[in-house]
C-alpha cells in the first residue's frame, strides 16, 4: 500500500535571494511537501503515533523558512535533512519551493525549485 501526507501551498512570507533588496524587503513563497512513508497502521488505528505528524512538518517548514539564505535549492534541502531527521520513517520526499513576484523582467506567477529524493535504498 503506497501512503502519502501531502502539504499544499503553504504561504509564508520570507527573505531569501541573492539581490541584497530581497534581503531587506522580503516576499511571498509557496512551499508543497509530498511525504511517503508506511502510514497504513493509521488506517486501522486512531493514534497520532501511528502516522507523520504534519503539523510538526509545517512548524519545521516554517522554521527553516526563517533562515535566510541566496539559494531555494539550499533551502529545500535544509528542510529535507531537518524532516527526515525528525521522522526516519519517511521513504521519499519532494518539496517544491516558489518564490512569488522574483525581482526580474517580465510578469510570472513566480519561479520554483523542486527536488525529489528517495531516503531509502
Known sequence: MKTKIILEDIKIYAYHG??????????????NAEIHADISKALEE????????????????????KIKSQLLEFVIGRMIRKLS??????????????????????????VSVEVEQSLRD
Do not use: R, S, W
Open 85 to 110: 531527521e525528525a521522522f526516519p520513517e519517511i521513504e521519499y520526499i519532494k518539496m517544491k519551493l516558489t518564490k512569488l513576484q522574483p525581482p526580474m523582467p517580465g510578469e510570472m506567477k513566480g
Open 46 to 65: 486512531d493514534n497520532l503515533e501511528n502516522t507523520i505528524n504534519y503539523a510538526l512538518v509545517n512548524d519545521i517548514i516554517h522554521q527553516e523558512m
Open 18 to 31: 541573492v539581490l541584497p533588496e530581497e534581503n531587506i524587503l522580503g516576499t511571498y513563497y509557496l512551499v
